[in-house]
């Protein structure tokens, strides 16, 4: 293929959020087009039209817009800064599934009338009974079209309005194509059967309609998960049947979790199951209460007492966010909503399969780059046949040092705009504060939501007055014990604070340096009282900036609650 002549596709079904399996497939396609010259295009598979919407649809493009991973035709998708995505400058368009259906049925038809394909009229029950009596005789099931098939009165049964399918016939031959990541790829033909191509509801199944479209749109290239490996041959079957031109293959690694587990959205749904289940056992009334209107009780019912079924992903989501669940990140907006930064998520996904086989200065295996940089480099030779593990551990350090990289401004600004979306009662109340806070918390942070995480480092900040909980370790060392104790000592700097001016964390600082050398004390004999009346904890960012970001009124009533409580 000339660089002219480059067409890759990313083709999801807006089924739910976007897998960050298929942002990667998407972001490989991506990368191969801009490393060549050619062309990305997007295209929404939506021929199931119990499972699509328009809601998925639209967070599918929002997650790759937010990613950078920028489509050059497909639908519109209006950004931000005013630029627009998408578009349809060759006319190959629509780019919705759903609305090319003249085109399926013209290829089903061209099928038909070179008995290629034929009507089938099984029902569900009789498919299940020959299933049943292959396994039987313990051996495969495979359709195929009986020895004594009438074509002509299949048709007329189908002209008549009978319900039936339309099935592809495959050829009785082995099948062999050239894969660019794994090689020569053979099938023998007890492998293969009958497949359909049209369903019951007069829409096309996947395999028809992917390859009707990606012929019609000049697709030259398919890179997509090895998943979908079995359904080549298919494909390849029906682009011969139809006259229509091979394009390049090459199927992706699989993903897996750490553990070799692979990678799936059901692991979302196993684990907020098992929470769910795990606080009912300790206090049902509570956890009903946390869970009001988030799943209606029927549905939570059946979802708690079926481990196949699974909650649809508004509900999940929903139930995530009233319960405080802390569910293992499976979409691009579960890694989005965790606070991790567009750049570093590419980066990383980019990893997943591909190498760029270049060094680093020290001499180790070249990780960390930018999306131009793979764009640029991108090949399929570099990438592998072994299945990649997403290594949670990984991306959290690159994110953080990502973080840490950034000047404060930056960080405040990609802060606030992450408090925009998820964190709205966080965002705007530090007011002057901004710039200490950011300069204080981004190097304990991870991600963009750990400021605001309970358990994270600025939960002092916005924690109120007299809900944080009193760490008992720190209270008993830091708190109860010496003579005179920690609590004595706070109990005197009280008055110290109340007229401290400005309320800074130079002046703060000083006031406590001061105090323990008028008591003949070491800092920490002040210092570690008040971070644990300030903050529940031992642990904080400095004694002045932790004190600075809670604000003078507030330290004075948690010093006064911390010794009404802790005395």
Request: glycine share 10%; with cysteine; charged share 30%.
């Amino acid at each position: 293929m000339s660089e002219a002549q480059v067409v890759t596709r990313f083709a999801p079904s807006p089924t739910g959020h976007l897998h960050v399996g298929g942002a990667r497939t998407a972001l490989f396609n991506w990368a191969l087009a801009r490393s060549l010259g050619g062309r990305f295009l997007l295209r929404i598979e939506d021929t199931d039209q119990a499972r699509s919407s328009e809601e998925a649809t639209r967070g599918i493009l929002e997650d790759l817009a937010w990613l950078g991973i920028e489509w050059d035709e497909g639908p519109t998708l209006t950004l931000p800064d005013g630029r627009s995505l998408g578009g349809d400058p060759r006319g190959v368009g629509p780019f919705f599934q759903s609305e090319r259906r003249a085109g399926y049925d013209a290829a089903v038809q061209a099928l038909l009338d070179r008995d290629l394909a034929y009507p089938a009229f099984e029902t569900g029950d009789e498919l299940d009974a020959l299933r049943r009596e292959a396994r039987e005789q313990k051996r495969n099931f495979r359709y195929r079209r009986p020895a004594d098939f009438d074509r002509e009165a299949a048709l007329a049964r189908a002209a008549g309005g009978e319900e039936h399918v339309v099935r592809f016939r495959m050829p009785e031959r082995a099948l062999r194509f050239a894969d660019q990541i794994l090689g020569e790829v053979h099938f023998e033909e007890e492998q293969l059967d009958d497949f359909v191509v049209r369903k019951r509801d007069g829409f096309p199944t996947y395999h028809l309609a992917v390859v009707v479209d990606d012929e019609a749109m000049g697709v030259s290239h398919v890179l997509r998960g090895q998943e979908h490996l079995n359904n080549t041959p298919r494909h390849r079957a029906l682009q011969e049947a139809l006259g229509y031109r091979e394009p390049v293959y090459a199927h992706l690694p699989v993903i897996f979790n750490a553990d070799g587990s692979k990678m799936s959205k059901r692991d979302k749904d196993k684990a907020a199951r098992s929470a769910v289940k795990e606080g009912l056992a300790s206090d049902e009334a509570r956890l009903r209460a946390q869970v009001g209107d988030a799943v209606d009780p029927g549905s939570l019912e059946r979802w708690l007492g079926d481990k196949k079924s699974q909650l649809p992903d508004s509900q999940l989501g929903a139930l995530q966010e009233a319960l405080a669940l802390d569910l293992p990140g499976i979409e691009v907006e579960d890694f989005r909503r965790g606070g991790y930064l567009p750049e570093v998520l590419v980066n990383f996904l980019a990893l997943l399969g591909w190498s760029p086989g270049e060094k680093e200065d020290d001499g180790r295996d070249k990780e960390r780059f930018e999306p131009a940089y793979l764009a640029e480099r991108f090949h399929l030779e570099r990438v592998g046949r072994g299945n990649a593990r997403f290594d949670r551990k990984k991306l959290l350090a690159f994110n953080q040092e990502t973080l840490a990289a950034l000047d404060d401004a930056h960080f405040l600004s990609l802060w606030d705009a992450w408090c925009t979306r998820y964190a709205p009662k966080a965002g705007g109340r530090l007011g002057a504060r901004a710039e200490l806070f950011a300069a204080a918390i981004k190097p304990r942070s991870g991600t963009l939501a750990d400021p605001t995480d309970p358990a994270g480092p600025g939960a002092f900040v916005f924690a109120a007055n007299e809900a944080f909980p009193f760490d008992e370790k720190a209270v008993a060392k830091f708190l109860r014990k010496g003579e005179p104790n920690g609590l004595e000592q706070l109990a005197a700097f009280r008055e110290t604070v109340a007229g401290l001016d400005p309320f800074a964390p130079d002046t703060i600082e000083a006031a406590a340096s001061a105090f323990a050398e008028a008591r003949g004390i070491g800092m920490g004999k002040i210092a570690q009282p008040l971070r644990v009346a300030v903050t529940g904890s031992s642990a904080s960012p400095g004694l002045g900036e932790t004190l600075a970001l809670v604000g003078r009124e507030a330290v004075l009533a948690r010093i006064d609650r911390c010794l009404r409580e802790c005395a």
